[in-house]
């Protein structure tokens, strides 16, 4: 106990003292060494995954997926090793002939299966194998085409949203009095519709038993991920900046003339009054500053070395492939 606690334990009455000050568990003691750790009292997951939320983490693993090579890696070889080429029935009743026949009726509804007639059953498992691991979650609606055909519609996670006025409803589905889902509202493009819980399919891996929606899976390294891009970009823009050679010419008016060792010599030199700036780089590269004698011209800070940074990314890259 710090001096600081065993002051206020002295002189503050019990009913104000925390309650975590004198635990046996020092995980749960206060430290001014450390900070504190965000969120609220422990509560269902529901209450921690409120729909904003959830939101701003979709967005932001969208925008890693779309723009982070480890992130693509990772979501395509999970969506590889796990898929491949797709589950494939097979048929193992007593008659051979009824299941050669049964084989052959699933390769061929299999071939385009989806609603809209674009993906194979194989590309239905693989789209919904990286939706889960980009969005955490994915949305299948058992239909029929409008040939009355059995079809699968996918619906990813962006499309279950609010709307719903039941009380029970919660980010878009709406829950009986036991917590299990009866219908699912769909955001669609003008207006929103109601599915019954029989003919969707919500596929997540669940984490706890109070949640409703499922965070993305990659949501534990989004800030490692974010600030390694980052901490890239600027070294990147640290190394050209580096690289970009600046001369400064002292002069005692700080103007550039005719007469200096950088006069441009040639028919069209007295065109005009003073040496073009322009025309200098030109001939020089790099940028081209003019001073006066009396002044100088320094870097606002020294570049940092790129060298150290790939050691310091090491916890990070850890942190945002385990789990995955």
């Known amino acids: 106990m710090t001096a600081l606690q065993q002051w206020a334990a002295h002189w503050l009455p019990p009913a104000l003292l925390p309650k975590a000050w004198t635990s046996v568990y020092e995980s749960a003691n206060a430290s001014p060494r450390r900070g504190s750790v965000p969120g609220a009292s422990p509560r269902d997951a529901k209450h921690d995954l409120t729909p904003h939320v959830h939101r701003e983490l979709v967005r932001r693993s969208r925008y890693l997926a779309k723009n982070s090579g480890f992130v693509r890696e990772m979501v395509s070889n999970m969506a590889i090793y796990s898929t491949g080429d797709g589950i494939r ?13 049964a084989e052959a009726y699933f390769r061929a509804w299999s071939t385009r299966c989806e609603i809209t007639g674009r993906f194979s059953f194989e590309e239905v498992q693989s789209l919904l ?3 889960m691991d980009v969005d955490g979650e994915y949305f299948i609606h ?15 996670s962006h499309r279950i949203g609010e709307g719903n006025t039941a ?26 519709r109601e599915l019954p819980a029989q003919s969707v399919l919500h596929i997540f891996e669940p984490e706890n038993a109070t949640s409703v929606r499922n965070a993305p899976t990659i949501q534990h390294s989004i800030n490692h991920i974010l600030d390694e891009m980052e901490l890239l970009a600027l070294e990147k823009h640290a190394v050209k900046d580096n690289c970009d050679v600046t001369r ?27 040496t073009n700036p322009t025309t200098l780089q030109q001939i020089t590269g790099g940028k081209l500053v003019a001073l006066k004698t009396s002044g100088h011209s320094t870097r606002l800070s020294q570049p940092v070395p790129l060298s150290p940074v790939p050691g310091a990314f090491a916890p990070g890259c850890r942190a945002r492939s385990v789990a995955v």
Request: with cysteine.
């Open 248 to 274: 400064v010419l002292k002069t005692e008016t700080g103007d550039l003339n005719d007469d200096s060792d950088f006069a441009i010599k040639g028919p069209r030199a007295n065109q005009a009054e003073g």
């Open 142 to 156: 058992l239909t029929r085409s409008r040939l009355g055909i059995a079809a699968l519609q996918l619906i990813e």
């Open 129 to 131: 194998c990286r939706g």
């Open 89 to 101: 029935p097979q048929a193992q009743s007593d008659d051979v002939s009824w299941n050669r026949q």
């Open 167 to 192: 009380m029970q409803s919660f980010h878009g589905i709406t829950l009986d009095a036991w917590g299990a889902p009866q219908s699912y509202r769909v955001l669609e493009d003008q207006s929103s």
